[in-house]
């Protein structure tokens, strides 16, 4: 599929409205709130060069999106490192991971529009988590960052569940501590590896196109994608679900 005929696809069916009423909305972080994937590529570019990975060449975005992004920490160790014990390869992520902390710090800013967002789901009183499979430590770095610390009711690390996305088990977890029903929660995600665990879990996922390429993130099967959050066909899709009973006033761009 041509990224002109994903377009096509996601604006065929750009529909929230059998979710009504609308309960909950659940967020990914890296990429979802904000385009942290550039910050993780730098960092695992700088450790690869100092390591010799690949032969000292350094590894392009498209090994980036294919190998790393989106994936649990473990997960992406086995991949990168088949011939690692496990406990090396999880060494070298967290050094990965303080350096990208140290990154963030300096270079984080939020998606166009997540204010935007974020203030129509306080207002229709919502409930929101934070879904993610990055360190707890990375998580709560972001979302204070972005000044999300008191916007969020909850932080599901897939970590810290028995299986971390694409498995459907953080997000299932999510509903659980929220207590609100799948049938009437959706999902942002930007990856792969998280339109899978949402739409695994029985929500319907929109997909932002923020780096992965939107034919790939479609055959994940998201209800549609997004650029960001000043979308139109977004906020057409919330505006439906207004007027089919969504709790609250009206959705406005």
Request: charged share 25%; glycine share 8%.
């Given at each position: 599929?041509?990224a002109s005929?994903?377009?096509?696809?996601?604006?065929s069916?750009?529909?929230?409205?059998?979710?009504?009423p609308?309960?909950?909305?659940?967020?990914?972080?890296?990429?979802?709130?904000?385009?942290?994937d550039?910050?993780?590529?730098?960092?695992?570019?700088?450790?690869?060069?100092?390591?010799?990975?690949?032969?000292?060449?350094?590894?392009t975005?498209e090994?980036?999106i294919?190998?790393i992004?989106?994936?649990?920490?473990?997960d992406?160790?086995?991949?990168?490192?088949?011939?690692?014990?496990?406990?090396?390869g999880?060494?070298?992520?967290d050094?990965?991971?303080?350096?990208?902390?140290?990154l963030?710090?300096?270079?984080?800013?939020p998606?166009?529009?997540?204010n935007?967002?974020?203030?129509?789901?306080?207002e229709?009183?919502l409930?929101?988590a934070?879904?993610?499979?990055a360190?707890?430590?990375?998580?709560?770095?972001m979302?204070?960052?972005l000044?999300?610390?008191?916007?969020?009711q909850a932080v599901?690390?897939g970590?810290?569940?028995?299986?971390?996305?694409?498995?459907?088990?953080p997000?299932l977890k999510?509903?659980?501590v929220?207590?609100?029903?799948?049938?009437?929660t959706?999902?942002?995600?930007?990856s792969?590896s998280g339109?899978?665990?949402g739409?695994?879990?029985?929500?319907p996922v929109?997909?932002?196109?923020?780096?992965n390429?939107?034919?790939?993130?479609m055959?994940?099967?998201?209800?549609?994608?997004?650029?960001?959050?000043?979308d139109?066909?977004l906020?057409?899709?919330?505006?439906?679900?207004?007027?089919?009973g969504?709790?609250g006033?009206?959705a406005?761009a």
């Amino acid at each position: 599929m041509t990224a002109s005929s994903a377009e096509n696809a996601a604006d065929s069916k750009c529909s929230l409205s059998g979710l009504a009423p609308l309960e909950a909305v659940l967020f990914d972080i890296d990429g979802t709130l904000c385009d942290s994937d550039p910050l993780h590529y730098q960092a695992f570019r700088e450790l690869f060069l100092q390591i010799g990975y690949n032969d000292g060449v350094p590894i392009t975005e498209e090994f980036f999106i294919e190998k790393i992004a989106g994936k649990h920490c473990d997960d992406a160790v086995r991949g990168l490192f088949p011939d690692w014990d496990l406990e090396k390869g999880l060494k070298f992520m967290d050094e990965k991971e303080d350096l990208f902390r140290k990154l963030a710090k300096e270079q984080v800013k939020p998606l166009n529009g997540l204010n935007k967002i974020r203030k129509w789901i306080e207002e229709q009183g919502l409930k929101r988590a934070a879904v993610t499979n990055a360190p707890r430590p990375n998580a709560e770095l972001m979302i204070s960052l972005l000044g999300l610390s008191d916007f969020f009711q909850a932080v599901i690390i897939g970590g810290e569940c028995d299986r971390a996305k694409p498995f459907p088990d953080p997000y299932l977890k999510a509903l659980e501590v929220l207590q609100v029903s799948q049938d009437h929660t959706f999902v942002f995600e930007d990856s792969v590896s998280g339109i899978k665990a949402g739409v695994a879990a029985g929500m319907p996922v929109v997909g932002l196109t923020t780096r992965n390429p939107e034919s790939l993130l479609m055959e994940a099967k998201p209800v549609f994608l997004i650029r960001d959050y000043d979308d139109p066909n977004l906020w057409a899709a919330l505006e439906e679900l207004d007027q089919k009973g969504a709790p609250g006033g009206t959705a406005t761009a």
